[in-house]
């Protein structure tokens, strides 16, 4: 059977965007879709922050991501196979979810969320090896894109056909209809997607199994971390915290179903497809920059104008802005990683960034949430404020450096 663009970046793209809905599908439901039902069940808002807790073996996936890089588990691609297996492990995990309560059974859903975040940690490393690996270093941008818009329209389909739709009937039928998707993803895995990509030239090493975080060697890399949590700072609590702050201002899961995940989504489609053609241009770090001024801008009006009061009309304005940046800063700091990964250990190098990065969002959320009852939205907001306000100088600073060298090197070679 002749798959999708087999020889091809454009097969490589494919992969990339059917796989990406199909992680971005569930990961989007142990994010928001069980914050939602858990919310709706009475449950505390100090046990919901355990969510972020049960996400940590998501961004942990830097440990076993050496032992990615280094075998193919006997498959004819670096990364075919895992993608196979994980895909295989994510449907019956979903369907071992289905048979719990939330009312009831919160600390087991709850615990059920990590083993699925273990799982697509493992698919979303060999995923992003595929990728950095099967493109070329001037398509790293509209993998990117493609990528964080892929992510958004599973948050669409999830919110509109999934939580809206689907939700009333209640979290089993809810479960189930993401196993469905995930077992139609599986099959078109072992059938038309383009899987079997060979690196055109032999990696010149390969990680070894403690080389978790070797990108971190590389200075740029470093320098791109601070970068990226301070200019998503301002952004990334409300984003996570959207569900509490939905649900609390009056609207029920369907209805925040509906404006978090498929409006929040669609406004994150839109950032993500506007800022590829900009990083084209501009480069990534600019983009970055200007992402962090509008951050404080959008963000701080609406502090000064809510106080603490959850108004539906400003909340929801916040989520849908929250979401453009974060899918927008994806693109755009993506692509200024991407190729910061050496060939041979491009999954471990991806992973590493990545999951320090995560890591960081994580704490950073789950506090959030955790003590938005104690003190109040606006403390909360003016701290992500405050450091965007800093990234947006670190951007700034890192991008001229950055550009001074890329000069430098060019008079060198002539």
């Known amino acids: 059977m002749v798959k999708l663009g087999a020889t091809s970046e454009g097969g490589v793209l494919w992969a990339v965007a059917v796989l990406t809905f199909a992680a971005g599908f569930t990961a989007q439901f142990f994010a928001q879709g069980v914050t939602l039902f858990l919310r709706e069940a009475g449950v505390a808002s100090s046990v919901i922050g355990l969510i972020y807790i049960a996400a940590i073996p998501y ?6 991501a050496p032992l990615i890089d280094r075998t193919s588990l006997g498959g004819p691609s670096r990364f075919g196979r895992w ?18 309560d939330p009312a009831t059974n919160a600390m087991l859903i709850i615990t059920g969320v990590g083993l699925g975040m273990l799982i697509l940690g493992t698919l979303q490393t060999a995923l992003g090896g595929l990728m950095v690996e099967g ?7 509209r993998g990117a894109s493609m990528q964080a818009a892929m992510s958004a ?17 209640g979290w089993a039928a809810v479960v189930w209809s993401l196993v469905a998707v995930s077992v139609g993803v599986l099959l078109l895995a072992l059938t038309f997607l383009n899987l079997d990509h060979q690196a055109t030239e032999a990696p010149q090493s390969t990680p070894r199994l403690y080389d978790q975080f070797s990108i971190f060697k590389d200075k740029r ?18 984003y996570a915290m959207k569900p509490v702050l939905l649900i609390d201002a009056g609207f029920d899961v369907a209805q925040s179903g509906l404006i978090g995940i498929v409006g929040g989504n669609a406004a994150g489609f839109f950032g993500a ?3 590829r053609p900009l990083v084209e241009q501009l480069g990534g770090l600019r983009v970055l920059t200007i992402l962090a001024i509008l951050n404080v801008l959008i963000v701080g009006t609406f502090t000064l104008v809510s106080k603490d009061t959850l108004l539906p009309f400003m909340i929801v304005l916040l989520v849908l802005f929250a979401n453009l940046s974060v899918f927008a800063a ?8 991407m190729p910061l990964c050496q ?28 003590s938005l009852d104690k003190v109040g939205l606006t403390t909360i907001l003016c701290a992500g404020i405050a450091a965007s306000v800093l990234g947006a100088f670190l951007a700034s600073r890192v991008g001229k450096e950055w550009a001074q060298q890329g000069e430098e090197t060019i008079k060198r070679s002539v």
């Not at 493109?135 to 941008?141: D, E, I």
């Open 343 to 370: 060939p041979g250990q491009q999954a471990t190098h991806l992973a590493g960034f990545v999951g320090a990065e995560a890591v960081l969002f994580l704490i950073i959320a789950g506090a959030s949430i955790s």
């Open 153 to 169: 329209a599973a948050g669409m389909v999830l919110g509109g056909c999934v939580l809206y739709l689907i939700g009333p009937f």
């Open 135 to 141: 493109l070329s270093q001037r398509l790293y941008p």
């Open 273 to 275: 497809v506007v800022a």
């Open 59 to 64: 961004t942990l996936r830097f440990v076993w």
């Open 83 to 100: 993608i196979i297996s994980s895909l295989a492990a994510l449907c019956a995990a979903l369907a071992l979810l289905s048979l719990f």
């Open 221 to 238: 890399a470093r320098k791109l971390l601070g970068v990226s949590i301070c200019v998503s700072a301002a952004v990334v609590l409300p």
């Open 330 to 337: 994806y693109t755009a700091s993506r692509s200024v990683l």
